[in-house]
C-alpha cells in the first residue's frame, strides 16, 4: 500500500479511526467548553460531532468492502465479522443521531442567537453513548484478525444474539412492497435535500435577491430531514446486498465522499456571518456564490452518481 489507500478495505483502516478516536476529543473540548462557559468551544465542539458523523457513513460503507474482502478467509470467523458490523451499525445510528442534534444547535444559534438549554446536554450524553457502542465496535474488529485474543465467548454470543442487521436485510427482501417503498422515501428524500439546497443557492447567486437570506434559512432543517431520510434508506440498501455495493468504485464510492464533503459544505450556510448578513435587495460577496456553486455541484454529483449505480456496477472493482 503507498501513501494513499488503494482500495475501500484500506480506506477503512484509515477511516475507522476518525470517528472513534474523534469521538473522545470532541466529547473532551466540549465538556471543557462547559465547563468554562465558552459559547466559541461549544459552537467548535458542535461542528466536530457534525463532521466526525458525516465521516462516519463512509467509514461504515469501506467496512462492508473489508468484510467481503475477508469473509471466508481461512482463520476468519463470519460470526465475528457480523457482529462487529451489527456494533457499527448502531453505532452510526447513535452518531448520525449526535450529529443531527448538534447541527440543529448550531442552526438555532444562528437564528434565535442561542440553542434551546436541552439541546447541547443532549449532545454530550448521545456522545457518550456512542463512545461506549465504538468501543465495543473496535474491540469486536479487532478480533476479528487476531484470533489469538479470543476467549470463545465472542463467538458464542454473536451466535445466540443474531444479528440485527441481517434481520432487517432479511425483513427488506422478504416483504414485496419494502424495497420499493424504500426507492420511493429515497428519492423524495434527495428532491428535498436538492431543492433546499438550490433554493439556498438561488438566493446566494442573486436570481432572488429580493429576499432576505434568513428567510431560507428556516428551510435548512427541512433539507436535513431529507438527508437523514437518504441516510436510513441507504444504510438498509447497503446492509441488504453490501457484497454488490462493495464493488462500485467509480459509482458508489465518489457519491459517498460527495455526500461527506456536501454535508460539511453546508455548514457554511447553516451558521456562518456572510451568507446570514444578506438584507432584502443585497448582493452577495463572491466568496459566497463560490460556496453556493460547490455545494450545488456536490450535491450534483451524489444525484448523478446514485443514477449511474445500475449501469457503473461492478465497474473497475
Known amino acids: 500500500m503507498g501513501f494513499i489507500p488503494s482500495s475501500a478495505p484500506h480506506w477503512h483502516l484509515v477511516l475507522n479511526h476518525f470517528p472513534s478516536v474523534g469521538i473522545v476529543i470532541v466529547l473532551g473540548l466540549l465538556a471543557v467548553a462547559l465547563y468554562v462557559r465558552s459559547d466559541d468551544l461549544v459552537k467548535a465542539s458542535l461542528v466536530l460531532v457534525v463532521v466526525l458523523s458525516l465521516l462516519a457513513i463512509p467509514t461504515f460503507i469501506t467496512g462492508g468492502a473489508a468484510r467481503a474482502a475477508i469473509d471466508g478467509n481461512e482463520g476468519i470467523e463470519t460470526a465475528l465479522i457480523q457482529a462487529h458490523q451489527d456494533a457499527a451499525a448502531f453505532a452510526l445510528t447513535l452518531l448520525l443521531a449526535t450529529g443531527w442534534v448538534a447541527w440543529f444547535a448550531l442552526w438555532q444559534w444562528r437564528r434565535f442567537g442561542r440553542p434551546h438549554p436541552w439541546n447541547v446536554p443532549i449532545v454530550l450524553v448521545l456522545g457518550l453513548v456512542t463512545l461506549a457502542t465504538m468501543v465495543r ?181
Open 137 to 317: 465496535t473496535g474491540s469486536l474488529g479487532g478480533d476479528i484478525n487476531h484470533p489469538e485474543i479470543h476467549t470463545g465467548g465472542e463467538l458464542e454470543a454473536a451466535a445466540a444474539n443474531g444479528s440485527w442487521t441481517q434481520g432487517a436485510a432479511d425483513w427488506v427482501m422478504q416483504n414485496a412492497g419494502v424495497w420499493p417503498t424504500l426507492e420511493a422515501l429515497h428519492f423524495m428524500g434527495m428532491a428535498v435535500l436538492f431543492g433546499v439546497v438550490l433554493l439556498v443557492a438561488l438566493r446566494i447567486f442573486g436570481v432572488v435577491r429580493h429576499v432576505p437570506f434568513n428567510a431560507f434559512h428556516r428551510l435548512l432543517p427541512l433539507g436535513v430531514f431529507g438527508f437523514m431520510v437518504n441516510v436510513v434508506t441507504g444504510m438498509l440498501f447497503f446492509v441488504v446486498d453490501y457484497e454488490r455495493y462493495s464493488t462500485m468504485t467509480n459509482s458508489f464510492f465518489p457519491k459517498m465522499a460527495l455526500i461527506a464533503i456536501g454535508g460539511i459544505a453546508v455548514l457554511y450556510f447553516t451558521m456562518f456571518d456572510r451568507p446570514w448578513a444578506l438584507k432584502a435587495g443585497d448582493r452577495a460577496p463572491v466568496g459566497s456564490k463560490v460556496a453556493a456553486a460547490a455545494v450545488v455541484l456536490m450535491w450534483s454529483g451524489v444525484m448523478i452518481y446514485g443514477r449511474l449505480l445500475p449501469y457503473l456496477e461492478g465497474a473497475g472493482g
